[in-house]
C-alpha cells in the first residue's frame, strides 16, 4: 500500500490507522508538496490524483482510493484484527460513518480548511475560527461526555480523524482548552503509541520542511 500524504495535513489519520494496525512498516509514504502540488521528485501529484489531494491510497492491486472516510474505512477492513472499525452493517458501523462525516464536512472543511487557506479572506477565517468553530466543538465535546472513544468502546479510524482536526486547533488559534473532555481524550488518544510516532514522525517533517 502506497500512502500519499502531506506533513500534519488530514492524511495523517490514515497513518496513525496504518500505525495503529502495525502496518507502518509495509506502507510506503510518498510526501506531497500541496502548494505545488509536486511529489519529492518534482512529479506532478495530479496525475496521480486528480484532485490533487491527500490522503491518497494506491491499494495493492494498483487502484487509487481516495476520500479520507473511504481510505480510512479501507485500512481498517483491510486489517480486521486491530478493530479499527465496526462490522459492515452494524449500527455501530453507521455511528463510525457519522462521525467521518461530521469530522469532515464540518470540523475539517467548514472550519480548518477555511482557517488554513492562505487564500481565503481573513473575513472568512475569523468566521470559521470564532462563529463555527465554537458550535461544532461544543458537539464534539458533548459526544465525548462519559466515553473513552466517539464509537463504541475502542479506538477506531474516527479517533484518527478526531486526532488529526485536535492537533490542527493548536495551529488554528482554536482553544482546545476550553472543552475539559475535548483535552482530556486528546492526551488519551496522543499517548497511544501509534498516535504518538505519527504526530511524532509528521512534525519533524514539518520541522524540515
Ligand atoms: N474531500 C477530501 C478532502 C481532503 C483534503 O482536504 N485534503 C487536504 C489536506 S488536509 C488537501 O489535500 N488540500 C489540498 C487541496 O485541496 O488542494 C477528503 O475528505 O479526503
Not at 485500512?75 to 469532515?104: C, H, K
Not at 473513552?148 to 482546545?176: E, H, P, Q, S, W
Request: net charge negative; glycine share 6%; charged share 25%.
Amino acid at each position: 500500500m502506497d500512502l500519499y500524504f502531506s506533513p500534519m495535513a488530514c492524511s495523517i489519520a490514515t497513518r496513525i490507522a496504518l500505525y495503529e494496525a502495525g502496518k507502518g512498516d509495509e506502507a510506503s509514504f510518498h510526501q506531497v508538496t500541496l502548494s505545488t502540488k509536486t511529489l519529492a521528485d518534482g512529479s506532478d501529484f495530479y496525475a496521480i490524483n486528480p484532485k490533487g489531494q491527500v490522503p491518497t491510497l494506491r491499494l495493492d492491486d494498483g487502484q487509487l482510493l481516495t476520500e479520507g472516510a473511504a481510505v480510512l474505512q479501507y485500512v481498517a477492513d483491510a486489517n480486521p484484527a486491530s478493530r479499527l472499525a465496526p462490522a459492515n452493517g452494524t449500527m455501530e458501523r453507521y455511528r463510525l460513518q457519522e462521525w467521518l462525516n461530521f469530522i469532515g464536512t464540518e470540523l475539517h472543511k467548514q472550519v480548518l480548511a477555511v482557517i488554513f487557506n492562505p487564500r481565503a479572506p481573513k473575513e472568512a477565517k475569523d468566521f470559521a475560527r470564532d462563529a463555527v468553530a465554537p458550535v461544532k466543538f461544543e458537539a464534539l465535546a458533548k459526544a465525548l461526555e462519559g466515553r473513552d472513544y466517539l464509537v463504541g468502546d475502542g479506538f477506531t479510524v474516527a479517533d484518527a480523524y478526531a486526532v488529526f482536526v485536535l492537533t490542527l486547533c493548536g495551529f488554528a488559534g482554536i482553544d482546545r482548552s476550553r472543552w475539559p473532555e475535548l483535552d482530556a481524550y486528546y492526551a488519551r488518544m496522543s499517548a497511544r503509541p501509534g498516535v504518538a510516532r505519527a504526530l511524532k514522525d509528521e512534525m519533524a517533517l514539518m520541522s524540515r520542511n
